[in-house]
């Protein structure tokens, strides 16, 4: 079979960590966007036996294990661990341009509500981005209004728990009592919350989840119709067998 590598020294160094994606709606280049310990790499993929690193993004402050993008409105929201890093953005419409890569970019505008954070959600639907994991909200969600991408101004916050991972959407499910309502998932390191975030100045839970033998609740995703809500955890195996 054909397989196409690119090492870590030609993506720009450090370990890698997370990794999202992006296609370019003015000629469909598809675009890999990977988080490193010190950075982001912009990779082209359109030709997937010969992929090739088009920018890098540096960290804005220090290096740092974690780092977490999303996407919206043809922008990248880049957050990480690293100490007042805040959240980055990258217009990525200029990387189609950029005449003789690898080059390194730095981002369009930098939001400093917080400094830290562990993970980034966003609700394409509603251009708002849910910081969680921050130095803010004892790690809770930091809604942000990202609806003009370059200007993101802060639009509340959440305190309930620390949250680890987030999925946030607009509610279709089966659960009549809260249709139409924008409502966030999240993994919270014993125990799912499920919170309505709809006005983001009074966010306000809808039901907490717990489960046996828990461990570290990690991640998870709903099903596409939102019946099911999968997650799991990281380390319960590593206890219970």
Known sequence: DLMAFMALDELGGGEANDIWGWVDPTDSTEYVIMGRTNGTAFVNISDPLNPF????VPTETTSSLWRD???????AFIVS???GHGMQVVD???????????V????NAVYPGFGNAHNIAI???TGFAYAVGTNTAGGGIHAIDVSDPVNPVIAGTYDESYTHDAQVVMYTGPDQDHAGQEVAFCFNEDHVAIVDVTDKTDMELISDVTYAQVEYTHQGWLSEDQTFLYFNDELDERTWG
């Open 53 to 56: 690193l088009v920018a890098d």
């Open 69 to 75: 993008v999303k996407v919206y409105a043809d922008h």
């Open 81 to 83: 661990e690293a100490g």
């Open 104 to 107: 390194t970019l730095q981002p």
């Open 92 to 102: 990525l419409t200029q990387l189609g341009g950029i005449p003789n890569p690898p």
């Open 123 to 125: 609700n394409e639907q």
